[in-house]
């Protein structure tokens, strides 16, 4: 017997799984299908992870019913401190600030343990009408009035199916949507420290040689009440050896780099590595088909617009199919593409343009985007208009 729901999510991820609830929201039969299954990735301890979530995200999560579940205290971004250096050496006096009260009472956006976000999504879905199903493998055909989505023994039909797979998607490929990758030779390691020092809700951009170095402030817990989330940047070499390090030596790295900004300093938590690429499909949607998040596009985590712009793919379909009276309509799926590729593409060449900028150790390159951050610090108008675009607003 063949079930009928309006749209077949593929990919449980933040992306996928946000999505699949709003839609149910907003009354739609939705199906949520993922390889892998759920409840484990709930992991009870600490692990370092965490996700940057603009302000102009938090409607979306709102809606799909995530973020009264988050179990984990989001930590607000209050300031932006954007500097330029090397290792070894204090910042460049000439730096950029950002304070989000230039702007309004509302932080930049906040920093969310990664565990959080799965927890809310398990418990909104266990809660919600979306029809789960985890760990299972979809089997979609694509037709011009539907698409057939086999799980197991069950058959679903839909009029839309949206991939959420993540960079490698099996439904990009099958639809034969081609892919341009930007390697950028760079790895980025990720791991928390707790601190001496309180962050006082500021986050840091530090731009180096072997790439950007970020700080993130993280909600304290009961063990570390001061924690932060490190993005370490460098060549896929030099990361590889980062990663490899013992404790001590990690943290005098770290160190080299941050000063005294934050006091004595402790790893808390495991280690991640992430070889770093961009890249970009070339079409968004194919008969029956849409991409989201990952599946479409990857950007460079230098300003941690990543999950950001999948989750704003996820709230023009939710607009857009959530009210069609076929979601998948080539109408609804054109109008999706139009709006979102363009403005996904400009951030991804302009974060492509700020790694390439500040990745060079010239000195005449050093000297022209030192004077240009002290410029911008310089025009409230521009300055105004970077904060806006931070915030996703």
């Not at 401190?81 to 230039?102: M, Q, Y």
């Not at 089997?139 to 991939?163: G, M, N, P, T």
């Not at 959530?322 to 979102?340: I, W």
Request: with cysteine; net charge neutral.
């Amino acid at each position: 017997m063949t079930q009928a729901c309006d749209i077949a999510v593929v990919g449980a991820g933040p992306v996928g799984g946000t999505l699949a609830l709003a839609l149910a929201a907003r009354g739609r039969k939705v199906l949520l299908v993922d390889k892998a299954d759920l409840k484990p990735m709930e992991n009870p301890d600490f692990d370092g992870r965490a996700y940057a979530i603009a302000h102009g995200c938090k409607p979306l999560l709102q809606e799909a019913g995530l973020w009264e579940r988050l179990p984990f205290a989001p930590c607000p971004i209050l300031d932006i401190d954007v500097t330029d250096g090397k290792p070894g050496r204090a910042p460049s006096p000439l730096k950029l600030h950002f304070d989000h009260k230039a702007v309004g009472d509302d932080p930049f956006g906040w920093i969310i343990e990664a565990r959080s976000v799965r927890v809310a999504l398990n418990a909104a879905l266990a809660e919600s009408n979306v029809i789960v199903r985890a760990p299972a493998e979809a089997l979609v055909s694509r037709h011009a009035e539907s698409a057939i989505v086999q799980v197991a023994d069950e058959r679903f039909e839909a009029k839309l199916v949206v991939a959420a797979e993540g960079r490698q998607s099996p439904l990009r490929n099958q639809a034969g949507i081609s892919v341009t990758r930007l390697p950028y030779k760079q790895t980025a390691v990720i791991f928390a420290v707790a601190h001496e020092v309180p962050h006082k809700n500021v986050a840091l951009e530090h731009f180096l040689p072997g790439g950007p170095f970020a700080v993130l402030p993280m909600t304290g817990t009961a063990e570390y009440p001061n924690i932060s989330a490190i993005v370490f940047t460098e060549s896929d070499t030099n990361a590889k050896l980062l990663y490899g390090m013992d404790d001590a030596g990690l943290l005098r790295a770290v160190q080299a780099r941050l000063g005294n900004r934050l006091g004595r300093l402790e790893l808390a938590g495991r280690r991640w590595l992430y070889p770093l690429y961009a890249m970009y499909a070339a079409r968004y949607y194919d008969t029956r088909l849409a991409l989201a998040g990952d599946a479409a596009h990857g950007v460079h985590p230098i300003a941690g617009q990543g999950l950001n712009l999948g989750l704003r793919d996820a709230a023009v379909l939710l607009d857009l199919a959530g009210a069609a009276e076929d979601p998948g309509a080539e109408s609804v799926l054109r109008a999706y593409q139009a709006k979102q590729r363009p403005i996904n593409m400009a951030m991804l060449l302009g974060m492509d343009v700020l790694d390439r900028l500040f990745s060079n150790n010239s000195p005449p390159v050093r000297l022209v985007r030192d004077l240009g951050l002290a410029a911008v610090e310089r025009m409230p108008r521009l300055k105004q208009r970077f904060m806006l675009a931070a915030m996703g607003r």
